[in-house]
């Protein structure tokens, strides 16, 4: 049984910073893709940073340049830094494993999910 457990997440004004967390367990954690998405209130789930298991990584282009995606084998955690952060950041973000060892932009290929993590922006 994977299990994904998210943290990081908080309040935060306009242009500040911050770095999500997301712990795996229950396999082998290098072999597999990892995602990040977020669903903000009244709006679908959609697609923030993946990285495949060998580090390569892709980006919404609502993050681009602004995010930055990584992992540490060696912890079993996945990271997901968002700078310059902007009130249309607000959401609930969610961390999700890959079915195999790509990093999908598609949620359907991520049958595993952590609760979330919520971050607010201020403005």
């Known amino acids: 049984q994977v299990q994904l457990v998210e943290s990081g997440g908080g309040s935060v004004q306009a242009g500040g910073s911050l770095r999500l967390s997301c712990v795996a367990s229950?396999?082998?954690?290098?072999?597999?893709?990892m995602g990040w998405f977020r669903q903000a209130p009244g709006q679908e789930r959609e697609f923030v940073a993946a990285i495949n298991s060998g580090g390569s990584t892709t980006y919404a282009d609502s993050v681009k340049g602004r995010g930055t995606i990584s992992r540490d084998n060696a912890k079993n955690t996945v990271y997901l830094q968002m700078n310059t952060l902007k009130p249309e950041d607000t959401a609930v973000y969610f961390c999700?494993?890959?079915?195999?060892?790509?990093?999908?932009?598609?949620?359907?290929?991520?049958?595993?999910w952590g609760q979330g993590t919520r971050v607010t922006v201020s403005s």
């Open positions: 229950g396999r082998t954690f290098s072999n597999y893709g």
């Open positions: 999700a494993a890959a079915k195999n060892s790509w990093g999908s932009r598609n949620a359907l290929d991520y049958p595993y």
